[in-house]
């Protein structure tokens, strides 16, 4: 990772950390310190702001914490955990959290309608991008490429019992995989139930399409295997894949990319050939793993606690959430999907005392 001290240096030459500056590009005239139009300033702010959600998406919010910290208050007290983006939402949709890190967009059906019943309404904001890396060990050299019927027959809910890779190879074909794996023990260690990169997976590889045209029973569709080691923690499932010659998992780009010496980066045949996840591959989504990371933000703790709008204001200044997706490893948005983000939390943030739902 980059040095962040760097970034910060070459930062403040830019442009001032004043977080009307920083905040959104917003020019309302106000002082320098000031935290935007509520006139807050950084030497007022205090109190704390409760995180929780992905781990994805976690270490990008803890950067942004600290950072805020040590350049508008270091009297407000922030933690940042990450049990998992469904275990988020748990909390955030039950009032306990202020902001939710999210791998994926909060589920409509489940997670959403318990947030309503419970009066939290709140802004959806997408930060950055990142691409679910599957990976194994470099001692595995007969494996480089999976296409979505490999993925399937591997990890989907069909392939339970399988404890070498070629006994996968059957329903491989079945499925229009290449198959032809090797006569390896296949340890497979992955994010559980409470990761949004395990919904993101199911999704993003076609698991679920999969499995209904196998004849799997639609409550079991959107499923994995469940005979696999699963993890909450990216990093056990990053050492996972170093302490055996033919282990199988997946992670967030940017904590494959960081343990690169260590493991095997696959690549993925989502119909158009093999694609390695790369900054490049990632932005333009020809990696097919590729997906967006969110936050989102309980819209009444903005106009309750002003170290929130504080705070969500500095993430998303170039200050914020540019500094600290470069140095976490994971791909900016592009301009123009950051300035809509931007925008939207202009709008919602400007009217939370009086807005109209969830964004």
């Not at 004043?18 to 807050?40: Q, R």
């Not at 270091?74 to 959290?97: A, H, K, N, Q």
């Not at 001692?139 to 404890?163: H, I, K, M, Q």
């Not at 005979?227 to 282990?247: F, Q």
């Amino acid at each position: 990772m980059r040095n962040r001290r760097k970034w910060l240096v070459l930062l403040a030459a830019m442009a001032s950390l004043s977080l009307v500056a920083a905040a959104c590009s917003d020019d309302d005239g106000g002082e320098t310190g000031t935290t935007g139009s509520t006139g807050t300033t950084a030497q007022d702010l205090s109190g704390t702001i409760t995180i929780s959600g992905s781990s994805t998406v976690q270490p990008i919010t803890s950067l942004v914490a600290e950072l805020f910290n040590e350049d508008v208050s270091s009297d407000v007290s922030i933690t940042v955990d990450g049990p998992g983006t469904g275990d988020g939402f748990v909390l955030f949709c039950d009032g306990e959290t202020d902001i939710s890190d999210a791998s994926r967009p909060i589920d409509p059906e489940e997670e959403a309608p318990v947030c309503e019943q419970n009066g939290i309404e709140y802004v959806e904001l997408a930060v950055a991008f990142d691409g679910i890396t599957v990976m194994t060990n470099p001692a595995n050299t007969d494996v480089t490429c999976l296409n979505d019927g490999d993925l399937y027959s591997l990890f989907g809910p069909e392939s339970d019992g399988f404890d070498t890779w070629d006994a996968a190879d059957s329903l491989a074909q079945q499925v229009g995989g290449n198959g032809g794996f090797p006569s390896l023990p296949l340890e497979i260690t992955a994010p559980g139930e409470e990761s949004g990169t395990y919904d993101a997976f199911i999704e993003l590889a076609g698991i679920e399409d999969i499995a209904l045209e196998q004849g799997v029973p639609e409550d079991k569709a959107a499923s994995l295997l469940t005979d696999y080691h699963a993890s909450p923690d990216d990093n056990v499932i990053i050492t996972a894949m170093e302490d055996s010659d033919s282990p199988l998992g997946f992670v967030g780009f940017a904590f494959a990319e960081n343990a690169a010496d260590q493991v095997k980066i696959l690549q993925v045949d989502g119909g158009d050939g093999c694609v390695e996840p790369t900054r490049d591959t990632i932005a333009d989504a020809s990696y097919p793993l590729s997906r967006t990371l969110y936050i989102y933000v309980n819209k009444a703790k903005i106009t309750e606690n002003p170290a929130v709008k504080a705070f969500v204001d500095y993430y998303l200044s170039d200050t914020g959430v540019v500094t600290a997706v470069d140095e976490t490893g994971y791909v900016e948005l592009p301009s123009d999907q950051i300035d809509a983000t931007r925008s939207t939390w202009d709008s919602e943030s400007a009217g939370a005392s009086g807005g109209t739902g969830a964004s």
